[in-house]
């Protein structure tokens, strides 16, 4: 684990609930964690809609000015960025998906050092235009080009939220090990849903709650 993780990737690909999960998981080991949510693309699932149930764990959430309202601007948070020298501190990062997320993430390329941070790129096989490896390495590529950050690992986030079965996450596995060969990077979790975990028989396995939406 290193000490900031951001997790970025194509728009739907489900990396706010990974974000909130991957935070409970630190936390569950003591770590002192802060959540920042930066995605400025979907209004919709967003880390801040799980604020009270993070703070209630003692997790520190940052999050955008006007997120979880119908003004949406690009704007960050100026604690987001004081995380980088808060050293007790283990981050994790919601970034958006698509240029306007790469282009969050570029903001942060002056502060990120290569022995504290790892940049994960978040993927789900049946959202639209990512459903290869090949179209997911796309993906890749056009996010890391404009931020200017690399991605150190790849995390398959194959699902169909309370439709996903068994076979669907066993299935991604193949595209997920081809695009992880692509981008000669780690594929470094498969995320399960937790009633699901014990059923799926692959490394690395993280299992997730669904995040709820409360508004």
Excluded at 64 to 84: Q, T, W
Excluded at 131 to 143: H, Q
Excluded at 171 to 195: F, G, Q, Y
Aim: hydrophobic share 40%; with cysteine.
């Amino acid at each position: 684990m290193k000490r900031i993780t951001l997790f970025c990737g194509h728009y739907g690909s489900g990396k706010t609930n990974i974000a909130v999960n991957y935070a409970k998981h630190l936390n569950s080991k003591g770590l002192k964690t802060v959540v920042v949510d930066l995605d400025i693309v979907n209004p919709y699932f967003r880390t801040k809609d799980s604020e009270k149930e993070l703070e209630a764990l003692g997790i520190e959430v940052i999050a955008l000015p006007f997120a979880n309202s119908n003004v949406d601007l690009p704007s960050i948070p100026a604690e987001s960025y004081s995380v980088f020298n808060r050293k007790d501190v283990y981050a994790v990062f919601d970034i958006g998906g698509d240029d306007s997320g790469a282009y969050v993430l570029g903001r942060f390329a002056p502060y990120v050092t290569e022995d504290d941070f790892d940049n994960l790129y978040v993927v789900n096989f049946n959202r639209p235009l990512t459903r290869t490896a090949d179209e997911a390495f796309e993906v890749l590529k056009e996010v890391e080009n404009a931020s200017h950050i690399p991605f150190t690992g790849i995390v398959n986030n194959t699902n169909l939220g309370e439709e996903t079965t068994v076979e669907n996450i066993v299935l991604s596995n193949k595209e997920a090990l081809e695009l992880a060969e692509s981008a000669s990077l780690p594929l470094v979790m498969t995320t399960v849903r937790k009633d699901l975990a014990n059923k799926v028989e692959l490394q690395n396995v993280f299992e997730l709650e669904l995040q709820k939406k409360y508004w």
